[in-house]
């Protein structure tokens, strides 16, 4: 079984659409995360939730909104892409004060 | 062979040779430390961690030392194998009142090992 796990793994998409990465864990842990991960390969986050309330909100565009429906899901969706959304997006899951965290495979991420 | 993960970001070594990762971080109120290995196509994985009391912790393989007075990290690796080839990353961690951590990455270091 995938610890966690995010779909779609690729996505391609044009300038302006919508569209939505979701992800799941089944490690029971209370806190997830979303990082961005450019093509430089550095990583930041961009949110956090623990136990379904946001914790962590960078200084991230509002076309971005994170759910957490329950703690083991957090889904990112994001409006009117724009060229420099494109990048990998990690969704992570930790237990609550530790820096252990858990990572997705990614989601890549193109906008044309 | 030795790397700064800010300034050098490939480290090419021998198999069979030790690597050094070298990280600096920026926050002196970071309480804990972890090292993050990535293998291509992959999210990153945790390798060690070391709280800010200490200044060595040792796992299967890999030493990290921490210098607190100059905000520096290494991570060793002995006897480097060729499935240790990825990018390592150094992270600091922010506890928040709220709960949960807030890991800022390191730029990240690209360990290519050769045969």
């Known amino acids: 079984d995938t610890a966690v796990s995010q779909t779609p793994k690729y996505l391609v998409t044009q300038m302006g659409n919508d569209k939505s990465i979701k992800c799941e864990q089944n490690?029971?842990?209370?806190?997830m995360y979303w990082y961005k991960q450019d093509s430089k390969k550095f990583l930041k986050i961009m949110f956090s939730?623990?136990?379904?309330?946001?914790?962590i909100n960078e200084t991230v565009p509002n076309r971005f909104s994170p759910k957490s429906p329950d703690k083991a899901h957090l889904n990112l969706h994001i409006n009117s892409l724009e060229l420099g959304d494109s990048a990998v997006y990690f969704c992570?899951?930790?237990?609550?004060?530790?820096?252990?965290?858990?990572f997705g495979e990614g989601s890549r991420l193109t906008v044309l | 062979g030795e790397s700064v993960g800010l300034h050098l970001p490939t480290l090419s070594v021998q198999e069979g040779d030790n690597s050094i990762i070298n990280c600096a971080y920026s926050?002196?109120?970071?309480?804990?430390f972890i090292w993050y290995k990535q293998e291509s196509g992959k999210g990153p994985q945790f390798i060690i961690d070391?709280?800010?009391?200490?200044d060595k912790r040792q796992g299967q393989r890999v030493t990290v030392l921490l210098n607190k007075t100059v905000k520096h990290l290494s991570l060793q690796i002995a006897a480097t194998q060729p499935g240790d080839s990825a990018v390592y990353f150094c992270?600091?961690?922010?506890?928040?009142?709220?709960?949960?951590?807030?890991?800022?990455f390191g730029t990240g270091t690209q360990l290519k090992v050769e045969l």
């Open positions: 939730y623990n136990n379904k309330e946001l914790i």
């Open positions: 992270a600091e961690r922010q506890g928040l009142t709220g709960g949960g951590n807030k890991l800022t």
């Open positions: 992570a899951s930790s237990p609550i004060n530790t820096g252990e965290l858990f």
């Open positions: 926050n002196s109120a970071s309480d804990y």
């Open positions: 490690l029971g842990h209370d806190t």
């Open positions: 070391i709280r800010s009391n200490m």
